[in-house]
Structures are given as structure tokens and as C-alpha cells.
């Protein structure tokens, strides 16, 4: 209409008020007021309408982040923690820089709940004990969660604080253990000695003797503890000591692989997941780990250290220092334990040090464990020979004095066997395993050695030297064990009780002639065998030792047969007044060399019984020593008669 209304204007047409535009316009005017007061309520209610359409189109654009912090609830009361890091890395990429106040409000929300998420997960992942898998798992979703701190770094902490925690429980639980079975031990020695004293020789020694337990050292190979007959068979059970050790390196080796195989993963970034390779998470991670590389391997040294000493407290407590001990030690040390539960031991830390070796760990962490090793193997091995020598010294129990057709007793072959038992037990821990030292590698050890078996020599030298200077009324026969339904059962009591000192010596002396010409040649050639040093100082000393009681023993059979056979033959000579100046013409030998000859032959004839092969050296002595006595005799002799001469 205005428009029209300047084009007749511009023609000159509508130059007046009142024209048909301007009416029109008034007209229409009037009819839009009239309209709009007619429609005014509709209109308005249009208008809500549109609002309240309006905003429920933004709720249903919007209604992830109006619902994000209700649905993190759930999902992480379900643990859908990958749903909720999604959730969570979604919202922050459309709302994490708004300025809109109600998507302030509620991103907020949000970022309330995934806090407490991070504090959830690190808890869990910091809760011990936990799988390596685990433990993967929540590093991942904290990483995901760009939580503060290194958590991994902390896992590895808290992980390395469980382990040294669970080797030193172990520990206080047996020994308490050991403390509470000790008295009911006690209790239950006490109740058998009252009960069954006749029948249980409860003051033994428990330790098994080398000889004719054979059987237990292969069954201790196997890890079995050993067998016996006796019905108190709990005296024979494992020491805790030895179920401690085993226990606790059980505990080290299923809980140090995954504590390792954590760091390989800290280290090669394999802990985080893409979206922390994207964010260079795991690049700052791997920087993290290179700067400590030194923290971790203290970590290591650590427990290894801590193994090492538990075990050393246990097994070999003169080596840690005082405040060690106290902090280690703590057992009751009421013996030493013998050299086969210590190579029960050698075996079973030479296994874990396997496994952990395995685990491609650096050998400058694993050497301590190599020279607990070398340790207890030293400490073995002079036990055993110390236990050794304990049982040659009771050998003297068991000597029968039965001869065999060489003069010999079976001594000098149990002496042998003996010690070739004790040698065959040290042979695993003789042998050198990967990486481990000689255990003569120290000039000590070969000396202690060296001297352990010079002392098992000279006490077995001992021994026969007890046995032939035995006074005859000291003869032990308690030691027999004899079966009673036999015949010659006080045949043989009374063959051994017979024996005099004079044929104990000849015994002792054929013994003493096998064991220089064969036995401890055998013994030295299993020591070289089993890699001793030393040797030829070992059968230098022995058999100094030997010959010098050889010697001793032969001087005293001399002297108990020949003085009594020189000493009658001046009586002899001179009986009756017997005088080389005025005798009657001889018809015969006189007496005195008839009862020195029959003398002479009686003692060839003991020696011969004994052992023909002492004959010569027993007698040229005897008959040396009435040569020499009539020589002197006959020197003395001022003149002779005629008869006299003959005589």
C-alpha cells in the first residue's frame, strides 16, 4: 500500500487527505488490531509451545551430558571402567571448554565422579596381593584417565614393599611355629621316656649314621624326609629351618616374576593403551623409567638381600652380623643340622636361583644367591666331614675282631665305606652348577678341608689304637647284635671275650698293614676323585700317623713276647748253679733253650693264626732279640771249660 501510495503521489493523482490509499491503509489497520486482540491467547500459547519445543530439542542433543554423570555411577558400581573412560574422553572432547553455564554445571558433575574413579582404580591397584593382569589393567585406565602421579611407578613400590613384607611373616610364623612344637615336643619326649624308656633309646643320636643308610640319601634327592622304623616317627620330619627355607623361596620365586615382568612393561611402554601413546603419556612413562633404572634395581638388590639373609639367619647364623641377626635370626639353634638336609637346602635354592635366572634378571643382582650358594656348600661339606669324623671315632663299637682269611677284621672295609658314603653324598653339592664356583676355590676352605680329613684319618688311627690297648676286661660286647635262636651264639661272645692283648695287637697290626698298602690309597684316590686338594698331604700325614702306631703297636707285641722269652734265658742258664768252668759232659739242649724254642715257635704259631704275612717281621724280631741276649750272655761268660764249651 505504501508503495502505491508514492506512485499516485509521484503521477499527482492522490494529492489530498483521505485518499483511497491512506483509507486502505487505516481499513487494514483496524482490521490487524481487530485480529490480533481476537487471536492474542492463541498466539501466545503458540509461542510457549515453540519455547518449550525448543528446549526439549536441546535435552534430547544433549541428554549424554545430562545423563554422563548418573551412567559413570552405574557403570563403575558394574566395573565397565572402559565404558566410563569412553564416556568421559567423549564429553571432554564436546563440553571440556565450554562457556555454557549448564554444561559447566554438569561437566563438573562429571568431573567429580571420574576423580573419585581415579582414587578407586589406584586403591585397586595398590591392593595387594593382585595379578600382574590386574594390575596391567588399572595402570591402563588411570593412564587413560590422565591420573596425577606415575601409578605404575607406585605399583612397583607397593608390589616391591608386599614382597620384603611376606618374606619376613614367613618367617616369624615359623619360627613362632618352631618356639610352640618345640614344647609339645618336649611334652611328648617326656611322655615317651616314662612309657617305653626300655623299649626307645630316645638319647640317641636322631642324625643317621653314614653307614647302612644308604637308602636315605636318594630319598632325600627326591625331597622326602627320612624313613625309619621307630614309632616316634615325628623325630624324623623336615627341621622348620629346611620347610622355611623352602617355603620362603617358593614365596620369592611366584611373586618375583610378575613384579619383573611389571617393570619390562613400565619400561617398553606396553602398560598404556593407544589413546596414552597418542596423548605421549607413554613416551614421558618410558622417560620415566629410564631415570629409575637405578631405584629399581636397589628394589632387586633388596629382596634379594632379604632372601639371602632370612635364609642365613636360618641356616648359617655365624655369618650375618649382630643387628642383622636380630633382624633375620631369631631360631632356636639347639644343633647344627646335617650335611643332608643341607643339601636338601643346596637344592632347593639352586632351583630358584634357576628360576629367576630364567627371568633374563642382570647375574650382578643374582650374585648374592651365588655366594649363599657357595656358602652352604662350604658349610656342607665341613659338616658332613665334622658328622664323619664322629662316626669313624663310634666304629671302635662296632669291631667284631672276626678274622678273615688275610688277617684282617671288617673294620678297615666299614672305615672305607665310610667315607666313600660320605663322599657320594657330597656330590651334588661337590659339582659345580652354571655359575657357580668352585667351593675350593678359597685357600681357607681348602685348609679346613684338608685338616677335617686329617682329623678323620687320625681318628680312625685313634680307634685302633684304643681297641688293641684295651685292657682285656674292657672288651665291649653290648654293640653285638646277634640272633639269639643261634647256636653259636656263646660261641662267639666267648671266642671274641677270649681274646688276648697280644692278639689284638697282631689284629690291629694286620690292619694296620691293609689299610697302609690299599685302604687309604682307595680313600685318596676318591678324594682326588671328588676334586680335594691337598691330597697328598692328607695320605702324607695319615700315613706317618699309621706307620708311627704300626710301629708303636708292633714295639708293644715285641715287648709282650720276646722280653718274657729273653728274660728266662739267664735264669735258665744259670739254674742250679749252673757254671761254664765246671759242668758235666752235655748230653743234650739244655732246658732253657728248649722252653725258649717251644717259646719261639708258639709265638710263630699266634702270628700265623692271625696273619702269615707278619710272620717274617715278628719273628726275625723275636729271635733278633734271644740272638742278641745270648750273644750278651756269652760275652759275659769270663772262661769255659771243656763241657763248658761243648755246652
Known amino acids: ?64 551430558l545430562f545423563n554422563l554423570p548418573l551412567n559413570i555411577e552405574r557403570n563403575i558400581q558394574k566395573g565397565d571402567y572402559d565404558v566410563v573412560i569412553n564416556d568421559y574422553e567423549k564429553a571432554k572432547s564436546l563440553f571440556g571448554k565450554t562457556e555454557v553455564q549448564v554444561f559447566k554445571k554438569y561437566y563438573a558433575e562429571v568431573e567429580t565422579r571420574i576423580e573419585a574413579l581415579r582414587e578407586l582404580l589406584l586403591d585397586k591397584l595398590l591392593e595387594t596381593p593382585s595379578t600382574l593382569h590386574d594390575q596391567k589393567r588399572y595402570i591402563r585406565y588411570l593412564s587413560d584417565l590422565h591420573a596425577p602421579g606415575d ?33 609339645l615336643l618336649f611334652y611328648l619326649y617326656r611322655c615317651n621316656a616314662l612309657l617305653h624308656s626300655p623299649m626307645l633309646d630316645l638319647d640317641s643320636d636322631v642324625r643317621p649314621s653314614p653307614i647302612g643308610h644308604l637308602s636315605q640319601t636318594a630319598s632325600l634327592k627326591r625331597g622326602s624326609s627320612f624313613q625309619s622304623g621307630r614309632d616316634d616317627a615325628w623325630r624324623y620330619k623336615a627341621p622348620q629351618q629346611v620347610v622355611f627355607v623352602e617355603k620362603l623361596t617358593k614365596l620369592v620365586v611366584s611373586q618375583l616374576p610378575n613384579f619383573w615382568k611389571l617393570w619390562v612393561s613400565y619400561v617398553n611402554g606396553s602398560l598404556f593403551s593407544e589413546t596414552a601413546e597418542k596423548s605421549g603419556q607413554m613416551e614421558r612413562s618410558k622417560k620415566n623409567a629410564r631415570q629409575r633404572q637405578n631405584d629399581f634395581k636397589k628394589m632387586i638388590q633388596e629382596v634379594m638381600h632379604s632372601l639371602v639373609k632370612l635364609i642365613r639367619g636360618a641356616l648359617l647364623p655365624f655369618s650375618l652380623r649382630e643387628g642383622e641377626l636380630r633382624q633375620y635370626g631369631g631360631w632356636e639353634m639347639k644343633s647344627e643340622l646335617s650335611g643332608q638336609w643341607l643339601t636338601h637346602v643346596i637344592q632347593t635354592v639352586r632351583l630358584s636361583s634357576e628360576s629367576l635366572t630364567a627371568l633374563e634378571i642382570p647375574n650382578d643382582m643374582l650374585q648374592i644367591i651365588q655366594d649363599l650358594i657357595l656358602d652352604l656348600r662350604v658349610r656342607c661339606i665341613i659338616v658332613t666331614l665334622q658328622h664323619t669324623a664322629e662316626d669313624i671315632k663310634r666304629l671302635a663299637e662296632k669291631e667284631d675282631w672276626v678274622v678273615d682269611n688275610e688277617g684282617l677284621t671288617s673294620l678297615p672295609s666299614q672305615f672305607e665305606q665310610c667315607i666313600i658314603h660320605s663322599l657320594q653324598s657330597l656330590k651334588t653339592v661337590l659339582d659345580c652348577k652354571p655359575g657357580e664356583a668352585s667351593v675350593f676355590q678359597q685357600q681357607k676352605t681348602q685348609e679346613d678341608v684338608c685338616q677335617l680329613s686329617i682329623g678323620i684319618m687320625q681318628g680312625f ?65 676318591h678324594f682326588e676323585k671328588h676334586g680335594f686338594q691337598g691330597v697328598d698331604k692328607i695320605t702324607l700325614v695319615s700315613m706317618e700317623s699309621l706307620k708311627e702306631l704300626d710301629q708303636r703297636l708292633f714295639e708293644m707285641y715285641i715287648e709282650f713276647k720276646a722280653d718274657p722269652i729273653v728274660g728266662s734265658l739267664e735264669p735258665g742258664i744259670y739254674a742250679g748253679y749252673f757254671d761254664w768252668k765246671d759242668c758235666l759232659v752235655p748230653t743234650g739242649v739244655r732246658n732253657y733253650l728248649k722252653e725258649a724254642l717251644v717259646n719261639i715257635i708258639a709265638v710263630h704259631a699266634e702270628v700265623f693264626t692271625i696273619s702269615k704275612d707278619l710272620v717274617p717281621r715278628v719273628m726275625s724280631r723275636v729271635v733278633e732279640a734271644v740272638s742278641e741276649e745270648l750273644s750278651r750272655l756269652m760275652q759275659c761268660v769270663s772262661s769255659f771249660s771243656k763241657n763248658g764249651a761243648l755246652q
Open 1 to 64: 500500500i505504501p508503495a502505491i501510495h508514492q506512485k499516485l503521489e509521484a503521477d499527482g493523482t492522490e494529492k489530498v487527505e483521505g485518499s483511497m490509499t491512506q483509507k486502505l491503509e487505516n481499513v487494514l489497520n483496524r482490521a490487524s488490531n481487530t485480529a490480533d486482540t481476537l487471536f492474542q491467547e492463541v498466539l501466545g500459547r503458540k509461542d510457549k509451545a515453540d519455547s518449550t519445543r525448543n528446549a526439549l530439542n536441546v535435552l534430547q542433543r544433549f541428554k549424554f
Open 461 to 525: 688311627i685313634d680307634c685302633l689304637e684304643q681297641l688293641s690297648t684295651k685292657p682285656d676286661g674292657d672288651i665291649d660286647t653290648s654293640h653285638l647284635s646277634v640272633d639269639v635262636s643261634s647256636p653259636d651264639l656263646f660261641g662267639s661272645i666267648h671266642e671274641e671275650s677270649s681274646l688276648s692283648s697280644e692278639q689284638r695287637l697282631l689284629i690291629a697290626l694286620s690292619n694296620c698293614r691293609y689299610l697302609e698298602r690299599h685302604t687309604f690309597l682307595n680313600i685318596a684316590e
Open 151 to 183: 601409578p605404575a611407578w607406585q605399583c612397583i613400590g607397593a608390589q616391591h614393599q608386599w614382597i620384603l613384607q611376606l618374606m619376613h611373616n614367613c618367617k616369624e610364623s615359623y619360627v613362632k611355629e618352631q618356639k610352640g612344637k618345640d614344647t
